[in-house]
């Protein structure tokens, strides 16, 4: 089954929602109405969005009970999802909630809020059937409209359903008992009459507006007594407004602002009325309201200017300010609840700054910089936990470090390659954490820009730093950490060795043996079946040999590069992130070295070749590089 008009209302005002349906209804326009059309064991949300989809338009009553109904807001909102018109039926003098604003701010609205309720209600059915006559719906010839008896009590119950003061009543005359057929009957006539009531007013045309056409009406029929309906069929003779004014551009109609468009016919037009009553509009805009009998043009709407008063201009500029002052509340909770938002976000972000959930808190910062591009502390963040995927990083001594990813190897070397000692037992190693490398050994520039001297024996920019003892070494990592404010530090033997085989198991991370043109070594001897080659008896700048795999440079030879650990014999079994001995064995005080120097044979340079001495020794041969933890 289809409908004509869904009267969308708050529950609260279910007087006055039964009141236009049976105006409408009586009128033959079809509405669905909550409960009444709710079908048995029917979902309530199943039914609205049904009574929505079947009707031609809505009938919002809108009040303040309105505004607080969220059952209201979903059915509006569906409703002009639908494309369906809405027309608000303004019972209370209140604003919209921004919720309902968002969706009626350029609907046209009735005014309901005075008595005489029973004009409100012929002006309601006038509208509604305009509406659904442009819309193609088949609601049969216009009957006559019939005026209610006026019924103080109607209004009085008008008033009580929108929390007013109803008026004060005179007492009326005790009446005399008559029967119960005389009491069916008088009930009866009134329901007829309250039924029919809202038709009159098309017979009753205002004449004479002060900027719109001449309307004029025909007269009304005798008053109907008490045992006697009006006919529906009685003849009048009424003007059509679009005779009467020039082509006006209708408002509802589907052209550029409106519903349909006519051509004006030319009738005679007798004597307008005084007693019809315009439908008010927003802006300076008054709807005309009119019928006609069998034989002449269907009802229409003119737009007519009204002449704008002090009053009227006043209204508007209150209205725009209350508008204004609207919008500005809905923004500003709008931006509370964005910051909100935001500043949850960041701590997401916070909560997931590390290496392990570092990809997390990128995309939680993404999600912030979509909300707010120049968010100060979403930047720094993605800078900060950016670095622990970059690929490599300079830092402010223009020291290149290069991102070693996490993995596992055979630690130490078989006891079948050259040169395999005893303290070099075989045994794998995990690494789960990703670490930042120094591309090449600390040179003589960068130590003393951080510690004001150069001890080297080989004195040169680019060459690296060497006569370094351990406690020097570790002295230089903790104030390139203050300076950085990152955490820097000698590499563990473990790091050392797996960042300098780079995925390989051969003696060298170049092969199975090595010659002078790749690395600085004494090559006077060969290593294996390898040849012998230059023995250069001192340091070469950092970086002119070629790198292994993971772009590390100098890993074989140049100078002995600390580590962080205490020396000590491997395990037998697997470890994870091994870091030596907490303290220093009884037997002796020993720190690692490892990678050879310029005055090392081949087998010294071995990338599984152990070499320690005490932490505060330092030689021409003895030199460092820098470790950066991830985060």
Same mark, same amino acid.
């Given at each position: 089954?289809?409908?004509?008009?869904?009267?969308?209302?708050?529950?609260?005002?279910?007087?006055?929602?039964?009141?236009?349906?049976?105006?409408?209804?009586?009128?033959?326009?079809?509405?669905?109405?909550?409960?009444?059309?709710?079908?048995?064991?029917?979902?309530?949300?199943?039914?609205?969005?049904?009574?929505?989809?079947?009707?031609?338009?809505?009938?919002?009553?809108?009040?303040?009970?309105?505004?607080?109904?969220?059952?209201?807001?979903? +059915?509006?909102?569906?409703?002009?999802?639908?494309?369906?018109?809405?027309?608000?039926?303004?019972?209370?003098?209140?604003?919209?909630?921004?919720?309902?604003?968002?969706?009626?701010?350029?609907?046209?609205?009735?005014?309901?809020?005075?008595?005489?309720? +029973?004009?409100?209600?012929?002006?309601? @059915?006038?509208?509604?059937?305009?509406?659904?006559?442009?819309?193609?719906?088949?609601?049969?010839?216009?009957?006559?409209?019939?005026?209610?008896?006026?019924?103080?009590?109607?209004?009085?119950?008008?008033?009580?359903?929108?929390?007013?003061?109803?008026?004060?009543?005179?007492?009326?005359?005790?009446?005399?008992?008559?029967?119960?057929?005389?009491?069916?009957?008088?009930?009866?006539?009134?329901?007829?009459?309250?039924?029919?009531?809202?038709?009159?007013?098309?017979?009753?045309?205002?004449?004479?507006?002060?900027?719109?056409? !001449?309307?004029?009406?025909?007269?009304?029929?005798?008053?109907?007594?008490?045992?006697?309906?009006?006919?529906?069929?009685?003849?009048? %003779?009424?003007?059509?407004?679009? +005779?009467?004014?020039?082509?006006?551009?209708?408002?509802?109609?589907?052209?550029?602002?409106?519903?349909?468009?006519?051509?004006?016919?030319?009738?005679?037009?007798?004597?307008?009325?005084?007693?019809?009553?315009?439908?008010?509009?927003?802006?300076?805009?008054?709807?005309?309201?009119?019928?006609?009998?069998?034989?002449?043009?269907?009802?229409?709407?003119?737009?007519?200017?009204?002449?704008? &008063?002090?009053?009227?201009?006043?209204?508007?500029?209150?209205?725009?300010?209350?508008?204004?002052?609207? +919008?500005?509340?809905?923004?500003?909770?709008?931006?509370?609840?964005?910051?909100?938002?935001?500043?949850?976000?960041?701590?997401?972000?916070?909560? %997931? *700054?590390?290496?392990?959930?570092?990809?997390?808190?990128?995309?939680?910062?993404?999600?912030?910089?979509?909300?707010?591009?120049?968010?100060?502390?979403?930047?720094?963040?993605?800078?900060?936990?950016?670095?622990?995927?970059?690929?490599?990083?300079? %830092?402010?001594?223009?020291?290149?470090?290069?991102?070693?990813?996490?993995?596992?190897?055979?630690?130490?070397?078989?006891?079948?390659?050259?040169?395999?000692?005893?303290?070099?037992?075989?045994?794998?190693?995990?690494?789960?954490?990703?670490?930042?490398?120094?591309?090449?050994?600390? &040179?003589?520039?960068?130590?003393?820009?951080?510690?004001?001297?150069?001890? @080297?024996?080989?004195?040169?920019?680019?060459?690296?730093?060497?006569?370094?003892?351990?406690?020097?070494?570790?002295?230089?990592?903790?104030?390139? !950490?203050?300076?950085?404010?990152?955490?820097?530090?000698?590499?563990?033997?473990?790091?050392?060795?797996?960042?300098?085989?780079a995925g390989t198991t051969t003696p060298f991370y170049c092969g199975q043996t090595?010659?002078?043109?790749?690395? %600085?070594? *004494?090559?006077?001897?060969?290593?294996?079946?390898?040849?012998?080659?230059?023995?250069?008896?001192?340091?070469?700048?950092?970086?002119?040999?070629?790198?292994?795999?993971?772009?590390?440079?100098?890993?074989?030879?140049?100078?002995?590069?600390?580590?962080? *650990?205490?020396?000590?014999?491997?395990?037998?079994?697997?470890?994870?992130?091994?870091?030596?001995? *907490?303290?220093?064995?009884?037997?002796?005080?020993?720190?690692?070295?490892?990678?050879?120097?310029?005055?090392?044979?081949?087998?010294?340079?071995? @990338?599984?070749?152990?070499?320690?001495?005490?932490?505060?020794?330092?030689?021409?041969?003895?030199?460092?590089?820098?470790?950066?933890?991830?985060?």
């Open positions: 089954m289809t409908y004509h008009v869904f009267i969308s209302h708050s529950s609260k005002d279910k007087v006055l929602a039964d009141a236009m349906c049976a105006v409408l209804e009586a009128n033959g326009v079809r509405c669905w109405i909550a409960p009444r059309d709710i079908l048995p064991s029917e979902s309530w949300a199943v039914a609205i969005l049904r009574g929505i989809s079947q009707s031609k338009m809505m009938v919002l009553i809108f009040s303040a009970n309105a505004n607080g109904s969220q059952h209201v807001h979903r +059915e509006v909102e569906r409703a002009v999802a639908h494309a369906m018109p809405v027309l608000p039926v303004r019972v209370e003098d209140v604003l919209p909630a921004a919720e309902l604003e968002y969706f009626l701010s350029s609907a046209h609205w009735l005014n309901a809020i005075k008595p005489p309720f +029973e004009q409100h209600l012929r002006d309601l @059915s006038v509208t509604v059937r305009a509406v659904l006559e442009s819309k193609g719906a088949s609601l049969g010839p216009a009957p006559t409209l019939v005026t209610p008896r006026k019924s103080p009590a109607a209004d009085s119950a008008f008033d009580a359903d929108r929390g007013t003061s109803p008026r004060p009543q005179v007492a009326p005359a005790p009446a005399k008992p008559r029967g119960k057929m005389v009491v069916l009957v008088s009930v009866v006539l009134f329901l007829g009459l309250a039924a029919g009531g809202t038709w009159l007013a098309l017979n009753k045309l205002k004449s004479g507006h002060p900027a719109g056409p !001449s309307v004029a009406s025909a007269t009304p029929a005798p008053p109907a007594t008490p045992k006697t309906l009006p006919s529906a069929a009685s003849s009048v %003779n009424v003007q059509n407004p679009l +005779e009467a004014a020039a082509p006006t551009q209708n408002p509802l109609s589907p052209g550029p602002g409106g519903i349909s468009q006519r051509p004006a016919a030319t009738t005679t037009s007798p004597a307008a009325s005084p007693t019809s009553q315009p439908l008010p509009l927003r802006g300076n805009t008054t709807l005309v309201q009119a019928t006609t009998p069998a034989g002449m043009p269907e009802p229409s709407y003119v737009s007519s200017p009204v002449a704008p &008063t002090s009053a009227t201009d006043d209204a508007a500029q209150r209205l725009a300010a209350e508008k204004a002052e609207t +919008e500005r509340i809905a923004n500003q909770r709008v931006a509370a609840q964005r910051a909100a938002q935001i500043s949850q976000l960041l701590d997401l972000a916070r909560s %997931n *700054d590390s290496p392990e959930k570092g990809k997390d808190a990128l995309q939680t910062l993404n999600q912030v910089l979509t909300l707010d591009p120049q968010n100060a502390e979403a930047l720094r963040l993605k800078d900060k936990i950016s670095a622990y995927y970059a690929p490599t990083l300079t %830092n402010s001594l223009k020291m290149l470090l290069v991102r070693i990813e996490p993995g596992d190897f055979l630690m130490g070397t078989p006891a079948t390659e050259t040169g395999h000692a005893i303290d070099e037992t075989q045994h794998r190693v995990k690494i789960t954490k990703a670490y930042l490398l120094g591309a090449y050994p600390v &040179t003589q520039s960068q130590w003393s820009a951080l510690m004001t001297d150069n001890p @080297s024996k080989f004195k040169g920019n680019d060459l690296p730093v060497e006569c370094v003892s351990w406690d020097d070494a570790v002295q230089f990592c903790e104030k390139l !950490s203050a300076r950085e404010q990152k955490h820097y530090h000698l590499p563990t033997e473990a790091q050392w060795e797996y960042a300098c085989r090595i010659t002078s043109d790749l690395a %600085n070594y *004494d090559a006077r001897t060969a290593y294996a079946n390898g040849l012998k080659g230059e023995s250069r008896m001192k340091t070469t700048p950092v970086g002119i040999f070629k790198p292994n795999a993971w772009g590390l440079f100098d890993m074989c030879g140049n100078v002995n590069e600390w580590c962080s *650990d205490w020396y000590s014999p491997y395990p037998t079994g697997d470890v994870v992130d091994p870091t030596g001995p *907490d303290t220093a064995p009884p037997t002796a005080s020993w720190r690692v070295l490892r990678g050879g120097s310029w005055g090392s044979t081949p087998i010294q340079c071995r @990338s599984g070749a152990r070499y320690k001495s005490a932490p505060g020794n330092h030689f021409n041969f003895y030199g460092l590089r820098v470790a950066l933890d991830v985060g």
